[in-house]
């Protein structure tokens, strides 16, 4: 079955350390974006790319960083920088008539 | 600077009523305007969409109605059942769809028997 696989789905972080969230899909889409949800706030873009090796920043990048070797795959790390990484991560494809897709997501936590 | 306004923010309805959710738009740019249902600990999934150049559109029990001049949008669910309690998000996006959605803030929806 074609979709979105986010790994893992529950992730623990301690102060001070890196953490890296999975996103591969098989939809052979070419654009694939990061999103945060937080409780009361919808979903905030942190990052998105519309081909392989380019990505943009969105509207709450700091903190933040991807790569997009292959168009699979669109990992997100989450650096010590970022204050509040407390949240629910997730990923989408997109491509022209069929639309987003987005995955299952990460709950990151920290401790 | 919210892009996309939704309310109620949470809203209860009984079985068998209508359910209506509202949004509101600044960005006139914007040309694709769907609305996505989320169920706890799952990714969002695309319910139905709209263009503007309609004023409604309609799938099943789902309706979106279109209002240009107002840069409003809403979403209507007919007969609600139990299994439409989740939270509803509705987004915009320019180029009809080929650019990053903008999201609303959701709005947590409960049908109750």
């Known amino acids: 079955d074609g979709g979105i696989t986010q790994s893992p789905k529950y992730l623990f972080r301690k102060e001070g350390q890196n953490v890296t969230l999975s996103c591969e899909q098989n939809?052979?889409?070419?654009?694939m974006y990061w999103y945060r949800q937080d409780p009361g706030q919808g979903l905030r873009l942190i990052y998105y790319s519309q081909i392989v090796n380019d990505f943009q920043k969105g509207d709450i990048a700091e903190g933040y960083s991807v790569s997009r070797e292959k168009k699979e795959s669109f990992p997100l790390t989450v650096t010590s920088a970022q204050k509040n990484p407390t949240a629910f991560y997730l990923c989408?494809?997109?491509?022209?008539?069929?639309?987003?897709?987005f995955g299952s997501g990460t709950r990151l936590t920290v401790v | 600077q919210q892009q996309v306004k939704q309310s109620p923010q949470s809203l209860i309805v009984q079985k068998g009523g209508i359910s209506i959710i509202n949004c509101a738009y600044e960005n006139t740019a914007f040309d694709y305007f769907p609305w996505y249902q989320q169920f706890p600990g799952k990714g969002p999934a695309l319910l139905i969409a709209?263009?503007?150049?309609?004023s409604e559109k309609k799938e099943g029990r789902f309706t979106i109605s279109f209002n240009k001049s107002a840069k409003q949008f809403s979403l209507h669910i007919m007969d609600s059942q139990p299994g439409d309690s989740a939270t509803y998000f509705c987004?915009?996006?320019?180029?009809?769809?080929?650019?990053?959605?903008?999201f609303g803030t959701g709005t947590r929806l409960t049908i109750i028997p």
């Open positions: 987004a915009a996006s320019k180029r009809f769809g080929n650019e990053k959605l903008t």
């Open positions: 989408a494809s997109y491509m022209t008539v069929y639309g987003y897709t």
């Open positions: 939809l052979n889409h070419d654009a």
């Open positions: 709209i263009r503007p150049d309609v």
